[in-house]
Every structure is written in structure tokens, then in C-alpha cells.
């Protein structure tokens, strides 16, 4: 009885030691099961390949008339505005009557210059029949002469005068701007009508100085409507001009493309974005630009080994252009890199392929969303 009694106290003693010897093994088991499941991200990966890379430049600008093709008319004396024919927008021809100022003053001058230019000549008639007949001097009929020629130019500058009073398009095109209102005085050193040639039109884009030492007329630019490259494609056009001075006002570089066939005509003060192709590498190391990741004044990515381990490596990141960078140094071709997922991500983290990319929130700020998403 005494045995049988030390042989279950065997048995429960080894029974006891096991039981803590499984659960020791389950609990060192759970914390490196656990470890592991934490250190597995779930990414999507890119195989860096050589191809060729197109570095843009992005610009804002507006539709504005191309030189020689716009005219600003003025009054020709000070006055008052008469009449007004014609609306900001509104297509005009050439020789249409806009602004007519008040004539009665024109038609004074006018008429005064004529009568003095008839007395004038009369005078002169007069003295060149007497110089004839000797009565006074030749040089009396010269003066008398002189005084014609001058009566004459002051009556056809009075002539032009009010002709001009009536303000009429030089070209076909559309009013762009207009300051003349009915019954308000007038300055000849004060624009009043602007008409410009709707179908010679530039874009006029803005950059830095250091951009603008970059560019080469000749250049192809990428245009779209709005302020993004987003907006409706408008078609390429060519990069004619690089200013040679700064704006004042907005710190910039104007620089002017001629698009002379677009998608559809444009409209003069529409905003424009403008992508300017810089240079083009035919064999870059590219990678998604949701590969890179800032940190600090520096760039890094995140290279995947053999193993499924993804290493931090400093690149050096050269132009970025419709979702892709272009990488100087630190990349070879052939190697594995994080595109989505790359940020937040730690060094030496185990990842495995994500097969399904939660979509992109919709808005203005899809590009940038794309850079924050994480795993």
C-alpha cells in the first residue's frame, strides 16, 4: 500500500514538472510568436529597373495676348465720355466704334481752325497780288504763305482730332478691359479700352530664378487647366522666352509658351498649369516616389533582401516627375524596394507582399495621401 501510495506521488510530482515545463514553453513560445507577427509589415514591393526619365518642371501661369496683338486706346485731349458702345467681353471688328467723348468741343475746334485757315489763305492771296504789283516787299507774301501752311496743319490736326474723339478698334478681337464711363472726364494718359486677338493668345507661367536658369527656349511644356496637373489637358506647347528680370510684385521669373493647337481655344486671364520637360535621362535608376522617404535634410528607402528583410539605406534623389524619382546614388538596378508602406516603416523589419492596396482617399490631397499611407 505504501508503494502504491509513493508511486502516485511519483507520478504527480512529474506530472506537476511537466506542467510547468509547458507552460514555460508556451509562454516563450507566445512572446516569440508574438514578436514575430509584430515584426512582419505587410507592403507592396518594386524591383528597381533602368529606364528612361523625363524631369519636369511645375508652373502656374495665365492666358495672356500675345505682343502684337492687343491694342490700348486712349482719348487724343481731355474731355468727357459722350457715349459708350460696347462691354468687357464683347467681340468687336476692326473699325467698330467703342467710346465716342463729347463732341461739341471737337467740332468748335474744328470750325475754328477751318475759319482760320480760310482767312489765311485769303491774306496770302492777297499779298502775293500785291508783291506782284511791287506794292510791298515779296518777303510779305512768303510770311503770308508760311501763315497758309500753318492754318493748314492746325486744321487737319483738328481734323484728326475729332476724328480720334470717336474711339474705334484698330483689330478684331474682344474687349479685355474697360474704364470709360459715361459722363466721367477723361485724361489722354489714362488707358481706356484694351482690345486684344483672341486666336493669339500665350501662356505665361511663373518660376524661381533658380528655375529660370534651367530653362532653354524650345522647351515642350505640358499644359492643363486649373492649378494642378490634374485639371483638363490642354495639349504641349513650346517654351518661346525666359524673362530677364524679376517681378516686383510676385518675386518671379515670367516665361512665356506659345501653344499655337490646343484641345480647345483659350480663354485670356484662364489660370494655367504648366509642366516643363527639363531633361531627359534615357537610363535612370527610378522609383516610385512613395519609395522615398524624407528624414531630416536627407532621403532614405527601404531595401527588401533575400530573407524578406527590409533595410534603411540613404539615396541621393535627383528630379521627381508624374509619381516617380529619380535616384543619383544609393540604389542599384535589380534590387527590391518598399513603395507602399515605406513610411512609418522600421529598419529591419520582416515584410511580406501585400496583395490588395486600400484605396487612395479622393481630393485635392491624393498625391500626398499616398506618401502617408501606412501598413
Known sequence: MRRITQWRATIGGAAVVLGIASASCRKDGGEEGDAAVQAVVSVQTAVVTPQAFTETMSAIGDVVPRAGHVATLSAPSAG?????????????????PLVELDQAPYH????????????????????????????VPRKDA????????????????????????????????????????????????????????????????????????????????????????????????????IAGTVDTAT????????APATRR???????????????????????????????????????VDSAGVAHAREVTVGGKSNGQAEILSGLRAGERVVTYGAYGMQDSAKVAPLTRVPAKPAGPDTAGASKRGTP
Do not use: C, N, W, Y
Not at 111 to 121: I, K, R, V
Not at 251 to 258: F, I, P, T
Not at 287 to 302: I, L, R, S, W, Y
Open 80 to 96: 468727357r465720355v459722350g457715349q459708350v458702345f460696347v462691354t468687357t467681353g464683347q467681340a468687336v471688328r476692326a473699325g467698330q
Open 108 to 135: 468748335i475746334a474744328t470750325q475754328a481752325a477751318d475759319a482760320a485757315l480760310a482767312a489765311a489763305e485769303r491774306a496770302a492771296a492777297r499779298q502775293q497780288r500785291l508783291a506782284d504789283e511791287g506794292i
Open 142 to 241: 512768303e510770311q503770308a504763305a508760311a501763315d497758309v501752311a500753318k492754318a493748314r496743319a492746325d486744321a487737319a490736326g483738328a481734323h484728326r482730332s475729332e476724328e480720334l474723339s470717336v474711339l474705334k478698334s484698330p483689330i478684331a478681337g474682344v474687349i479685355t478691359r474697360m474704364s470709360a464711363t459715361l459722363g466721367a472726364s477723361v485724361d489722354p494718359a489714362e488707358p481706356l479700352i484694351e482690345v486684344a486677338d483672341p486666336r493669339a493668345v500665350d501662356v505665361l507661367l511663373s518660376v524661381t530664378p533658380t528655375e529660370a536658369g534651367r530653362l532653354r527656349p524650345g522647351m515642350k511644356v505640358s499644359l492643363s487647366a486649373g492649378q494642378s496637373a490634374t485639371g483638363e489637358p490642354l495639349g504641349v506647347g513650346t517654351l518661346t522666352d
Open 251 to 258: 518675386r518671379g521669373v515670367a516665361v512665356r509658351v506659345q
Open 265 to 303: 481655344p483659350l480663354r485670356i486671364g484662364e489660370t494655367v498649369f504648366g509642366q516643363i520637360a527639363v531633361a531627359t535621362i534615357p537610363r535612370a535608376i527610378v522609383v516610385p516616389a512613395d519609395a522615398v522617404v524624407p528624414e531630416g535634410e536627407q532621403f532614405k528607402v527601404f531595401v
